[in-house]
């Protein structure tokens, strides 16, 4: 079989990007801990991050991270609160809260290549399309 493709490994063709992600959390009983730790917002020196989420936590369980930056808090925007205006919207959330988190740099390709090359063999015939998601992460479909 031929190779894939050539590709360069210079940094150059690196671009570092943030992944996002909608994380739901949920408890059935209201007196519950979350298990996590906030800090920043609009009026501090940093934006709204996830400071701590304490092991084996409702929050650890569904995948909150320390360093996560928090961008939704339901459907509120969460640029523009304050610290306390964050609390508040989870405590009004209730047994239910979902945020939309941006999580850490990893490289990825620029001008991710939209490619399509074909392989022949004696018994069949393979396309294999490289693409990326919304997500910024790698895709690979093999047809």
Partial sequence: ??????????????????????????????????????QGGAGSSIPLRVQQVQIGSIAYLCGLQSGDRILLINSVQAE??????????????????????????????????????KYVTRSSEMQITATSNVHNAPELKVL
Wanted: avoid cysteine; glycine fraction near 6%.
């Fill in 80 to 117: 523009n609160l304050t610290h306390d205006e964050a609390k508040s919207e989870i405590l009004r959330s209730g047994n239910e809260v979902s945020f939309l988190i941006e999580r850490g740099n990893f490289m990825v390709q620029q001008n991710q290549p939209q490619i399509s090359q």
């Fill in 1 to 38: 079989m031929a190779a894939f493709g050539n590709f360069s490994n210079s940094s150059s063709d690196y671009n570092f990007k943030n992944f996002q992600e909608t994380i739901k959390l949920m408890r059935s009983n209201p007196n519950s801990q979350w298990g996590f730790r906030l």
